[in-house]
């Protein structure tokens, strides 16, 4: 029986991610950075079996994102009956496109000849610009049922299983109709001093999903409340005007670019379309971690300070003379302390689901009982 140590490998450290451009030689790696999960793909002991001094490096074109995985090892284990090494290809071809396992020659002089590298922008609309640490970045959205949108999302989501704990790759095969509900968000650095004339100016820096969901809105006589549902309603009204809310599905910024204000900039240009839009009626988020809410939460309180709502917000401390605004919470019922319609109302005008404006309405609360 082999030794499991010695033919063993951490899948973590095993892969290095990396983001290049074309540069005159050879390719110009702009970041690399290990996953920080790898159980979706290798299983929950985030092991690859059968390798000595194993390397898996997944490098991607920095501006297209086209993939290459190239496998290094010192020995692979032989097989014993049932005992072979983990089939590595064939565990990752279901998580990336066919040609990510093209030879590494092959990927190089593809990036190196790409004429068309110089002249790439990134798909859909651009939102925003914006500069960070003197670097211009710029956020462009564009919808899933785009070949281009698809195309980077096929290639980039890996990083969802990667990065986003319980995260899962969109079904880009699905029906034309659920594709049209979605819409990508890509935050792309715009390079200056380019290294050679294929050099595309675009790196990427992180992306965001969001879907719509129609929203049932009861009628005056039905008793039902207002509820989400997935499935497009008869023709011939078409989806995309009906009142619908917004949800924030997979949100990704790039480890090297992490703590620099672009998951700020993102989700603020997010929301602002979403705030803009005739048609959506409350943002909403699917699943969102600590690390996301931290940023929500900072998002949502500027936002409703710097739009004046939060100064419409005071606590009532005339309806029981015994009340001072250190016992709020403990004696009287919170709907009693505070203007509830008043509330809904600049809840409403915000688009911000009620218990995210619940949170943020406490922060602000606790600020003026502190
Ligand atoms: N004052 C205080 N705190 C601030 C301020 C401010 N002015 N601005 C932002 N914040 C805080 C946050 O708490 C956080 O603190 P930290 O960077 O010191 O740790 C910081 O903002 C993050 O702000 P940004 O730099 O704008 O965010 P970043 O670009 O690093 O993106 C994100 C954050 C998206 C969570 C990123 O770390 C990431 O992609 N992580 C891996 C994937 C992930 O967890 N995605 C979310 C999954 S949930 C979902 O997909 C719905």
Redesign the pocket.
């Known amino acids: 029986m082999a030794d499991q140590e010695e033919w063993s490998s951490n899948a973590n450290e095993a892969l290095e991610i990396s983001f290049v451009q074309a540069a005159p030689g050879s390719l110009k790696t702009l970041s690399s950075f290990h996953p920080?999960f790898t159980y979706p793909i290798f299983g929950d002991e985030e092991r690859i079996f059968g390798y000595q001094s194993l390397k898996l490096n997944l490098r991607f074109a920095a501006h297209d994102l086209r993939p290459n995985l190239e496998v290094l090892y010192d020995k692979k284990f032989k097989a014993v009956g049932d005992t072979k090494a983990t089939d590595i290809e064939e565990t990752l071809k279901e998580w990336v496109p066919e040609y990510t396992f093209e030879k590494l020659g092959a990927f190089t002089s593809h990036i190196q000849n790409d004429t068309s590298a110089s002249s790439f922008k990134p798909p859909g609309e651009l939102l925003e610009t914006y500069q960070s640490k003197g670097r211009n970045f710029e956020i462009w959205s564009g919808e899933l049922t785009d070949p281009t949108v698809q195309r980077l999302v096929e290639r980039i989501q890996i990083m969802?299983s990667f990065?986003?704990?319980g995260?899962t790759p969109l079904l880009l095969d699905d029906q034309d109709w659920t594709l049209a509900r979605w819409r990508v968000y890509f935050v792309y650095e715009k390079l200056s001093n380019l290294p050679s004339p294929n050099t595309s100016p675009y790196s990427i820096v992180?992306y965001?999903t969001s879907y719509r969901f129609v929203t049932y809105v009861p009628t005056a006589s039905s008793k039902s409340s207002t509820q989400d549902f997935t499935l497009p309603p008869p023709t011939p009204i078409s989806p995309a005007s009906l009142p619908s809310r917004a949800r924030?599905?997979?949100?990704?910024?790039?480890?090297s670019?992490?703590?620099?204000?672009?998951?700020?900039?993102?989700?603020n240009a997010m929301v602002k379309t979403f705030r803009a839009s005739h048609t959506c009626t409350e943002i909403t988020?699917?699943?969102?971690?600590e690390?996301?809410d931290?940023?929500r939460?900072?998002?949502d309180y500027?936002h409703l300070l710097d739009n004046g709502t939060l100064a419409r917000i005071f606590l009532r401390t005339d309806i029981d003379p015994k009340l001072s605004a250190r016992k709020i919470g403990v004696r009287v019922p919170t709907s009693k302390l505070l203007d509830m319609p008043l509330l809904e109302t600049l809840r409403k005008k915000n688009k911000i689901a009620p218990r995210q404006f619940a949170r943020v309405v406490e922060l602000y609360l606790l600020t003026k009982i502190a």
């Not at 670019?257 to 989700?267: E, N």
């Open positions: 920080q969802i990065f986003i704990e995260g992180g965001s924030i599905s997979q949100f990704l910024i790039l480890p670019h992490h703590s620099h204000g672009h998951g700020t900039h993102l989700y988020v699917e699943d969102p971690n690390a996301f931290d940023l939460d900072y998002c500027k």
